[in-house]
């Protein structure tokens, strides 16, 4: 285990394309981040699902990779997800990733060949966390993930993987969620993963929290985050409940279309998707009239 590198709230970082979705765009890319470095992001986790990773090839990944590097400057931690590619591209993605000033951390999600699989993940994990210096971290997906591994399980296989630091958690299991962090004494860097779950999660214990809506809305769970700390829940809910109307209205459009249409609209584009189909002229439309009859800001 290591310090905590993760703490507070944490854009899953969108990868800003060119309009065709080619390219990665650098220019796109450094107007977002200093739009959400300015709104008081405190870390970015790059190139993992809201990043789409998954339908970057290495060399894409490695230049998105020292374009934020660059632009944030040290000034909030990055975690860089360099899975979802065979275990060998991963390795690659990692030791490019420890040469690079900036980059405080590497994760990953289980390999892509063998999801649902403890022993893979941990052969997976072990090899990338090997790899270099760099703290490693677990991100945990539901689907991918092999549910019939106990809290128990899972931490005996991470103690076999090298520089393990903690896990990105995206599944709507809590009580796993809060075993792993009692079973570590507090020591494992528990940070959650579904935005409609965040303060959830706060209450059992999590440091931090990577969401995809966080591109669109930090200042909100920025908020939330603060009064939790403070003690305020009934503050912390009302963000919660604020946060959700906007996720409701996101998954009814869909959500990476919907994110990337928002994020355009207000001048920080991050091009059109690649995971999935840009929203059509009238899904734009009727996302706009939805957040506008919203009673407050999302920001």
């Not at 969620?177 to 959830?200: H, K, V, W, Y």
Request: one cysteine or more; aromatic letters at 6%; charged letters at 25%.
């Amino acid at each position: 285990m290591t310090d905590k590198l993760a703490r507070g709230i944490l854009p899953a970082l969108c990868t800003a394309f060119d309009d065709e979705g080619a390219h990665p765009d650098d220019d796109r890319q450094r107007i977002l981040l200093r739009a959400l470095l300015d709104a008081g992001s405190q870390g970015f986790f790059v190139c993992g699902g809201t990043g789409e990773g998954r339908a970057m090839s290495v060399p894409e990944r490695q230049q998105v990779a020292e374009v934020v590097a660059g632009e944030v400057a040290g000034q909030v931690p990055l975690i860089l997800q360099v899975g979802a590619c065979p275990t060998a591209d991963a390795v690659e993605l990692a030791r490019h990733a420890a040469g690079v000033r900036g980059i405080d951390a590497v994760a990953s999600v289980a390999p892509v060949d063998r999801p649902n699989d403890l022993a893979a993940a941990e052969a997976h994990y072990a090899a990338i966390g090997a790899a270099t210096d760099l703290p490693f971290y677990v991100y945990w997906l539901a689907r991918e993930a092999d549910q019939e591994a106990t809290a128990d399980r899972f931490l005996e296989a991470m103690e076999r993987v090298p520089r393990f630091a903690g896990i990105k958690f995206t599944d709507y299991n809590l009580f796993l969620f809060g075993q792993l962090i009692e079973l570590t004494g507090g020591r494992i860097n528990a940070i959650s993963g579904p935005d409609e779950m965040c303060l959830p999660a706060m209450c059992m214990g999590a440091d931090a929290a990577i969401g995809t809506t966080y591109n669109i809305m930090p200042r909100i769970f920025l908020e939330m985050r603060r009064a939790f700390d403070a003690g305020d829940l009934h503050a912390a809910r009302r963000c919660q409940r604020k946060a959700n109307r906007v996720i409701r209205i996101l998954m009814q459009a869909g959500v990476m279309g919907a994110v990337k249409a928002i994020l355009a609209w207000r001048g920080t584009s991050a091009g059109p998707p690649r995971v999935v189909e840009p929203l059509d002229a009238e899904g734009e439309e009727r996302l706009r009239r939805e957040l506008e009859a919203l009673d407050f800001e999302v920001a």
